[in-house]
């Protein structure tokens, strides 16, 4: 079965800190995707990003960067220089491409707030 | 490209009663998702469909609840005889789908309904 799992559930970090978000999945399936996508306090879901289970190639766009490890089952999301506008919750997800029409299960998600 | 829409935004409504739900996705995408978003949890998956056909429903959908996307392109969701315990924000998403699991969702703004 499919899970995944964001240990944390709030974080608070000042304007301009560095902050990683942890998120650890489980599958038994060898071909997966995995996602971030942020829900501002508007509610909308927006994608950041996705990765497929044979790149694991860290990634890095602007002030982000993710950090994908499949030998601790992991996909960790740092946000560089945080800003105010960073502030809302972050979910990561994950979807099996082998078994079946799996949809996109969420991880419970980590509140991040930005103090300025 | 108008995104994803999603008709009320609130509804409010007295345990009992019926409610139905208005999706409109991104026109040319094929499918559709509805998911069900509890506070402080990460989304849960309903239901899909691939143009006009329910490809499937999660076990959290309960026979009072019922999807239809009758020409393939909005959907409604109706939820019969409601229970306090519906209370939840219902997220409508669509996606262009090529290769199975890797699609990108993208999320409306939900309907957030209240059961009193």
């Known amino acids: 079965a499919q899970k995944v799992t964001q240990a944390q559930t709030e974080i608070s970090v000042v304007e301009k800190e560095d902050v ?21 306090p508007s509610g909308e879901l ?25 030998s601790t089952s ?18 990561c997800a994950l979807s099996d491409a082998n078994s079946g029409n799996t949809p996109l299960v969420f991880g419970k998600g980590t509140r991040l707030s930005v103090i300025a | 490209d108008t995104g994803v829409s999603q008709d009320p935004r609130h509804k409010i409504t007295k345990r009992g009663q019926n409610v139905t739900f208005r999706c409109d996705p991104i026109s040319e995408h094929n499918r559709l998702y509805w998911y069900r978003q509890t ?12 143009n006009e056909a ?13 999807a239809e996307r009758p020409k393939g392109s909005f959907s409604t969701l109706e939820i019969q005889r409601t229970e306090q315990g519906d209370s939840a924000m219902y997220l409508c998403a669509s996606s262009l789908a090529i290769l199975r699991g890797n699609e990108k969702l993208f999320f409306g703004s939900g309907t957030q309904l209240s059961v009193l």
């Open chain 1, 20 to 40: 990683t978000l942890d998120c650890v999945y489980e599958t038994r399936d060898t071909t997966y995707y995995l996602f971030w996508y942020k829900q501002p």
């Open chain 2, 39 to 50: 506070l402080g949890q990460g989304p849960e998956f309903l239901t899909y469909f691939q």
């Open chain 1, 46 to 70: 927006v994608f950041l990003i996705r990765r497929n289970s044979f790149d694991e190639q860290n990634e890095i766009s602007g002030r982000y960067s993710w950090n994908f490890q499949k």
């Open chain 2, 54 to 66: 329910q490809l499937e429903k999660s076990r959290l959908l309960s026979d009072r609840f019922s």
């Open chain 1, 74 to 91: 992991s996909f960790n999301f740092t946000i560089t220089a945080s800003q105010v506008v960073d502030s809302a919750v972050y979910f």
